[in-house]
T-cell receptor, first 112, second 113 residues
Framework: GENVEQHPSTLSVQEGDSAVIKCTYS??????FPWYKQELGKRPQLIID?????GEKKDQRIAVTLNKTAKHFSLHITETQPEDSAVYFC???????????FGPGTSLSVIP | NAGVTQTPKFQVLKTGQSMTLQCAQD?????MYWYRQDPGMGLRLIYY???????DKGEVPNGYNVSRLNKREFSLRLESAAPSQTSVYFC????????????FGPGTRLLVL
């Protein structure tokens, strides 16, 4: 089955700097890669996703890149703000199956 | 729209007791999921239901059973709770077929003594 690894497990950045979180997956059949943000005590919420027919996707300060050959994908947050502090989860899944497998999460702290 | 709702919010059980966690969604989604979240381990899929009448095992199904009662409701049952099942449980739903966004419920915090 699918296995998703995520690095780093914790990340501290100064406000205004960029943050990068990297994930790898094992199943070459996976073709859907969402990213979720979970604030302390809250539920996970989707922030961006990418499908295998696209190499990069951007939404304001957030971008995701996908390298299907190497089986890794990354989340990039630019101009970080204190409200970006949260745990971020990557996930991978197949469209033919109705489930995704999550990575272990990255705790991001943005220092004012 | 309430989205995805879960009951109860918090529960304390003794080892060996049973309980059912309830989940309901009002978004007419076909797919529903149960996850558990433990520190440092992310969200692990317990069971999922791709459509009404079907259920499938996820990564960590042992010790749990599920029922997809109808399109709206998906319950998770612990027949004989163990301390290792202490966790936060999240239910989620999604429109199936195109891997749409999963919408999560607020979670149930379960403590097994």
């Amino acid at each position: 089955g699918e296995n998703v690894e995520q690095h780093p497990s914790t990340l501290s950045v100064q406000e205004g700097d960029s943050a990068v979180i990297k994930c790898t997956y094992s199943d070459s059949a996976s073709n859907y890669f969402p990213w979720y943000k979970q604030e302390l005590g809250k539920r996970p919420q989707l922030i961006i996703d990418i499908r295998s027919n696209v190499g990069e996707k951007k939404d304001q300060r957030i971008a995701v890149t996908l390298n299907k050959t190497a089986k890794h994908f990354s989340l990039h947050i630019t101009e970080t703000q204190p409200e970006d502090s949260a745990v971020y989860f990557c996930a991978a899944g197949k469209t033919s199956y109705d489930k995704v497998i999550f990575g272990p999460g990255t705790s991001l702290s943005v220092i004012p | 729209n309430a989205g995805v709702t879960q009951t109860p919010k918090f529960q304390v059980l003794k080892t060996g007791q049973s309980m059912t966690l309830q989940c309901a969604q009002d978004m007419n989604h076909n797919s529903m999921y149960w996850y558990r979240q433990d520190p440092g381990m992310g969200l692990r899929l317990i069971y999922y239901s791709a459509s009404e009448g079907t259920t499938d095992k996820g990564e960590v199904p042992n010790g749990y059973n599920v029922s997809r009662l109808n399109k709206r409701e998906f319950s998770l049952r612990l027949e004989s709770a163990a301390p290792s099942q202490t966790s936060v449980y999240f239910c989620a739903s999604a429109e199936s077929g195109r891997q749409e966004t999963q919408y999560f419920g607020p979670g149930t915090r379960l403590l097994v003594l």
